[in-house]
């Protein structure tokens, strides 16, 4: 069992910053990437951005240069820093992870509000 917990999120103007971060704890678990997501009211959630143990982060078109996802692999933790925010970036950001021991399940945190306002 794996429990994602995240912190950050909140209220900022359009062009400002934001990190998000989101630690995995448990017992006996490989971590095999770490993402995040996000689903904005009337919309399907979405990915913002991938980190795999192996092969290239993955951004969504949206977000590229302006999101930069990076992992501290010894705290089994995820951040998103978030730069030139936008309004239209105003979501639930979730937390998501694979682990190789359960192979193709999805781990998701809570889920954490960023608004911004323009």
């Known amino acids: 069992q794996v429990d994602l917990v995240e912190y950050g999120g909140g209220l900022v103007q359009a062009g400002g910053s934001l990190r998000l971060s989101c630690r995995a704890h448990?017992?006996?678990?490989?971590?095999?990437?770490m993402g995040w997501y996000r689903q904005a009211p009337g919309s399907q959630r979405e990915m913002v951005a991938i980190l795999p143990n192996d092969g290239d982060t993955v951004y969504a078109t949206s977000v590229k240069g302006r999101f930069t996802i990076t992992r501290d692999n010894a705290k089994n933790t995820v951040y998103l820093h978030m730069d030139s925010l936008k309004p239209e970036d105003t979501a639930v950001y979730y937390c998501?992870?694979?682990?190789?021991?359960?192979?193709?399940?999805?781990?998701w945190g809570q889920g954490t509000q960023v608004t911004v306002s323009s």
């Open positions: 998501n992870t694979h682990i190789r021991e359960v192979p193709g399940y999805d781990y």
């Open positions: 448990g017992t006996y678990f490989s971590i095999t990437h």
